[in-house]
């Protein structure tokens, strides 16, 4: 059977020109301009708040939407559309910091930390923490549930052990996205299969070739960075008075303490939808804090707003303990929304279409394609603000080019996933990097240097490329 003929990149180019409304190639480079410039220049010249500078990119793009000749309805749909399109994950961002909250009340942290504390030493600290990570993520699926959870506890071992915040930040994120980046569970996983039109598996078998070598990479890094810290063993009487406060302060029967967490693990690997499985971990640690922590149980309501500082008597500790509530991601929720909406326009009026179908027109090798896809990918997250949005079109916008050079779609799916799950987190206005930067309290621009993964796998996937490694092909759909 012939192979179903496919509209190639030229005709995707001519399709674009033929709607009047779309902007010109000059007019949308212009447009991009303008935005990052304001975000380069605000941001690390003039300090100028974020939220800031993404309200006056909102104006300077909603100006040239008009210019295109839409009106101001049609523009207020588009941030709308942006915005909807991420509705699942502001609802996440609002149960993660309930969870935090919950937990901190259940002692669930507080047992995590008590026995964990002299589990690790520094020299191993971060190795092992990136395993575990990566472990977590696989087994729920979610980099941000991971994050939220075991990184929390980690973030407090890391500090009261003296190793940088920044580098164990970077360490918990590279771990959670290792695991949520190939666990079949995984939304964003699901998402980049289905939008490319491969297999889940194949998908997954497809992002090991890369995936797998940068993990080994950067395992190995963390080793070398946690030898730098092997003199930052903490006394045994420090040990022993962090471990004394938690017991004076909380009950600590880790078969009871633990049961929100095992909770949402197992609600996750049966495949509940996450906004089910935190919700119920939630009503689970709530109970356990006033039945079995014996407190108020109003009290404990209001925390799932904001919570209180723990009552240890150990400053770094209570600071750790206080974290989580809805209201500590107020920050973070404002900046995602503004963000979104700013990525609704770019989207919907055709300013990120029509620089990346020019772009698409152009490539010629294998290569060059696959490095263009993830350099996309990069490129929508800071647009559009939003790791979802960036997969779907990505997978949109270059699926007929590498069915036009016989390459397997996991390829594609790959790539995607690179430019875009992989890049998110070293945004600070994207919604990964607000909540990975609110959940752990340490600014993205400070984790991301440390983000090893992250930002290795992406150079790792176009150096293999460049040298014919891992380049699936689909003799089916080659064409000549």
Known sequence: ?????????????????????????????????????????????????????????????????????????????MMNQGISKALPAIYIFMLIGMIIASYMQSGTIASLLYFGIDLLNPMIFLPVGLVL???????????????????????????????PLPIVAGMIISGATFGDKLSPIS????LAAMSADTHLYRHIHSMLYTTTPTF??????????????TDNVLPSVHIEEIRLALANTYHLNPFITLLPLILMFGLSIKRYAPEVSMSMSILLAMLIAVFYQEK????????????????????????????????????????????????????????LRVLLVNIIVHVKRISTLIATTIAAGFASNIAMGEAYISIILNCQLFKDSYVEKGMDRAVLSRSVEEGATLT?????????????????????????????????????????????????????????
Request: aromatic content about 10%; glycine content about 10%.
């Open 1 to 77: 059977m012939a192979p179903k003929k496919t509209p190639d990149s030229e005709t995707q180019l001519n399709a674009l020109l033929a709607d009047k409304r779309l902007p010109s190639l000059i007019h949308a480079a212009i447009c991009f301009l303008g935005v990052f410039s304001m975000i380069s220049t605000g941001l690390f010249i003039f300090e100028v708040s974020l939220h800031t500078i993404i309200f006056l990119a909102l104006i300077w793009v909603t100006i040239q939407a008009l210019w295109l000749g839409h009106t101001f309805i049609a523009i207020r749909d």
């Open 133 to 163: 990570c990566s472990f977590m993520s696989i087994a729920t699926g979610t980099s941000w549930g991971t994050v939220g959870t075991v990184g929390v506890v980690l973030m407090g071992i890391g500090e009261t052990m003296g190793i």
């Open 187 to 190: 939304d964003t996983t699901n």
């Open 216 to 229: 080994i990479i950067v395992l190995c890094l963390f080793i070398l960075l946690g030898r730098q810290y």
């Open 296 to 351: 108020n149980g109003i009290a404990v309501l209001n925390t799932l707003w904001l919570n209180t500082d723990g009552t240890t008597g150990i400053e770094n500790i209570d600071a750790l303990l206080g974290r989580g509530g809805i209201y500590s991601m107020a920050w973070t929720l404002m900046l995602s929304i503004m963000a979104l909406a700013l990525g609704g326009i770019l989207h919907h009026a055709g300013f």
């Open 424 to 480: 998110t987190a070293l945004i600070p206005w994207t919604t990964t990097g607000t909540f990975y930067a609110a959940t752990l309290g340490i600014a993205t621009l400070e984790y991301a240097p440390y983000a090893l993964l992250n930002l290795l796998n992406p150079l790792v996937s176009i150096a293999m490329a460049l040298l014919g490694f891992g380049l699936l092909q689909n003799k089916r759909e080659k064409t000549n």
